[in-house]
C-alpha cells in the first residue's frame, strides 16, 4: 500500500502519453534495490519509473561516512551512518543504503539498520517497513534499505547538499568485509521532473578485533525474573544473564536509575530502570510498551554494547524467590504476633531459620501474600520506572489460578501493588498437605515455572 500513490501517477502519466521523460520524484522514498549494490540495479535510482540521467554525471556527489572509519567490531557497538548529497544545482536530496556481506552481497545483509528519527525509514525485500528486530527473512535472504522519508525530503532544502544519519549495528560475529552502498540523488523539488542528477558510491569496512571486556548476552538470557522463559511483561522486573554485563556489582539507591555502574539497558529503543548490574547478571524493570512480538534488548557498558532479543507480552509470570525454590510471600498477624513489620507479619518458610532467617510454614487458615512479576495487565495500568504513590495500585484484569500442591486456590486479590511487582492475596485452605509443596501460578494459559515450593504445617 505504500506505493499505491506512486501506481497512480505512473498509470496517469502513461495515458497521457507523454514522450518525453518526465517521472514521479519517489518523494516518499524508494522502493527497494535502487542502491547499485549486487543484486540491486546497477545505475540505482536510475531506472524506468524512477529517476533519470547517467549516474555521477552530475557536478555533485554522494558520499558515505562511518562513525567507526573503516572497520567494524563484530558483535561491538551501532554506529552511526552520514549520508551525505552535495549538488549545488538541484534543491532537493533523497537516497538509498544497504549493508551487504562481501561473500554473499545478494542474499545476506550485514548487520541491522536502523532509523534514528522520522527523517528516515528501513524498507524489507517486499517493499513493507521494517522491524526494529530487522527485516525477516524472506527467500533465503535478510536484505534491507535505508531510505529518506517525505518529512526527510521535504527538510532536505538546504542547497547546496544535506546530509541525513542513521544507526548500523555491525554484525555479531566476524563475516569478513563488508560494503556500504549508497545511491543519492538530487532534484529540483517539483513532483514530476524532467530530469535528475543520481550519485552511486560505496564504503568497505573491514572486521577489527574485539573488545575482549565487551558485553555479551547468554542466548535466551533475557527473562522474567527466576524464570527461563523468553517472553516478558511490559513493566514487569527482569533479568539478563551475560558476561561483562558491568564491571562490577552496583545496586540501585531506589531511585529508579537507567545507568548503573556505566551499564545501561534498552528495550524496543526504551531505557529501563535498572535494580543491580554485575558482570553475570542485571535486574531490571522493563518499560512500560504497547508493542507485542519480538524486540531487540540492548546492554551498553563503556566497553561496548549487546544485542539481544526478546518477546514482549500480555503475561509472563514467575514468581519471587527467597532462595532457588521458596516463594516469596508473607503471612499477616492481625494480632501483631509477628516476627517481622511491628508484629504485622511473619515470613512464609521452613518454620525456623534453615534459609538464614526466621520463616514460619503456612497453615491452614492464615491469610497470607505472595510476590510475582508478570500475572498480566491491570485497571489502571500502572506507571514503569517509578515508585507507586501511597494506595496506588492496580488490579488484575485477567483471571488467575494458583495451584498448591495440584489443589487450585482462588486468589481473593491479585494486582500491582509495587513497581513492577504482582501481590497476590489467598487464604490457606485445609487439605494441601505440609512440608515443602509444589506452587503454581497461572495466567492467561501460560505458567510460572515448575520447581517453585511454598511451606505448609
Known amino acids: ?22 517521472i514521479y520524484a519517489y518523494e516518499y522514498g524508494p522502493d527497494p534495490g535502487y542502491t547499485g549494490a549486487p543484486g540491486d540495479n546497477k545505475n540505482g535510482c536510475v531506472a524506468s519509473g524512477c ?15 562511518a562513525s567507526g572509519g573503516t572497520t567494524y567490531v563484530p558483535g561491538g557497538p551501532a554506529q552511526t551512518i552520514s549520508v551525505k548529497i552535495t549538488d549545488a544545482t538541484e534543491k532537493k536530496y533523497g537516497f538509498e543504503l544497504t549493508a551487504r556481506v562481501d561473500s554473499n552481497p545478494t542474499t545476506l545483509a550485514a548487520g541491522v539498520l536502523a532509523s534514528t528519527d522520522a527523517l528516515t525509514q528501513v524498507v524489507c525485500t517486499d517493499g513493507s517497513i521494517s522491524p526494529a528486530a530487522g527485516c525477516p527473512a524472506k527467500s533465503g535472504g535478510t536484505l534491507q534499505w535505508i531510505e529518506h522519508t517525505l518529512a526527510g525530503y521535504n527538510k532536505s532544502a538546504t542547497s547546496p547538499s544535506y546530509t541525513y544519519t542513521f544507526n548500523w549495528t555491525p554484525p555479531a560475529t566476524n563475516v569478513g568485509t563488508v560494503t556500504l552502498y549508497a545511491a543519492g540523488n538530487a532534484v529540483t523539488g517539483a513532483l514530476v521532473v524532467t530530469g535528475t542528477h543520481d550519485y552511486l558510491t560505496s564504503l568497505k569496512l573491514s572486521p577489527a578485533a574485539a573488545n575482549p571486556n565487551a558485553p555479551t548476552i547468554l542466548s535466551g538470557g533475557v527473562n522474567p525474573l527466576n524464570s527461563s522463559a523468553t517472553t516478558i511483561q ?34 524496543n529503543g526504551k531505557p529501563a530502570s535498572l535494580y543491580f548490574v554485575s558482570p553475570t547478571q542485571i535486574n531490571f524493570q522493563a518499560p512500560n510498551d504497547t508493542a507485542t512480538g519480538s524486540v531487540p534488548v540492548v546492554v551498553t557498558t563503556p566497553n561496548g554494547t549487546a544485542t539481544s532479543t526478546v518477546t514482549l507480552g500480555t503475561v509472563g509470570p514467575s514468581f519471587l524467590l527467597l532462595d ?17 513489620g511491628g508484629g504485622g507479619y511473619d515470613i512464609i ?4 531459620s534453615s534459609l538464614g532467617f526466621g520463616t514460619v510454614a503456612a497453615k491452614a487458615g492464615d491469610v497470607v501474600e505472595l510476590y510475582a512479576v508478570g500475572f498480566g495487565p491491570t485497571n489502571p495500568v500502572m506507571p514503569s520506572g517509578q515508585a507507586l504513590a501511597a494506595g496506588q495500585f492496580g488490579t488484575a484484569t485477567s483471571p488467575i489460578t494458583i495451584l498448591i500442591n495440584n489443589k487450585p ?49
Not at 529517476?51 to 554522494?62: E, K
Open 1 to 22: 500500500m505504500r506505493n499505491f500513490k506512486k501506481t497512480v501517477i505512473r498509470v496517469a502519466l502513461v495515458a497521457a502519453a507523454i514522450a518525453t521523460p518526465i
Open 51 to 65: 529517476h533519470v540521467g547517467t549516474p555521477n554525471s552530475g557536478p555533485g556527489s554522494v558520499t558515505i561516512t
Open 234 to 267: 511490559p513493566g514487569a522486573w527482569t533479568q539478563i544473564f551475560g558476561t561483562n554485563l558491568a564491571s562490577a556489582l552496583t545496586l540501585w539507591k531506589g531511585d529508579f536509575a537507567t545507568t548503573l555502574g556505566g551499564t545501561t539497558v534498552s528495550v
Open 324 to 340: 532457588n525454590k521458596h516463594v516469596t510471600g508473607i503471612i499477616l498477624r492481625s494480632n501483631g504476633s509477628g516476627a517481622y
Open 349 to 352: 518458610g521452613p518454620t525456623g
Open 409 to 457: 486456590v482462588t486468589p481473593s486479590f491479585a494486582g500491582i501493588t509495587l513497581a513492577g511487582l504482582y501481590q497476590i492475596n489467598l487464604t490457606i485452605p485445609s487439605g494441601l498437605g505440609t512440608g515443602d509443596v509444589p506452587i503454581v501460578g497461572s495466567v492467561a494459559g501460560v505458567q510460572t515455572p515448575s520447581g517453585f515450593v511454598i511451606s505448609l504445617q
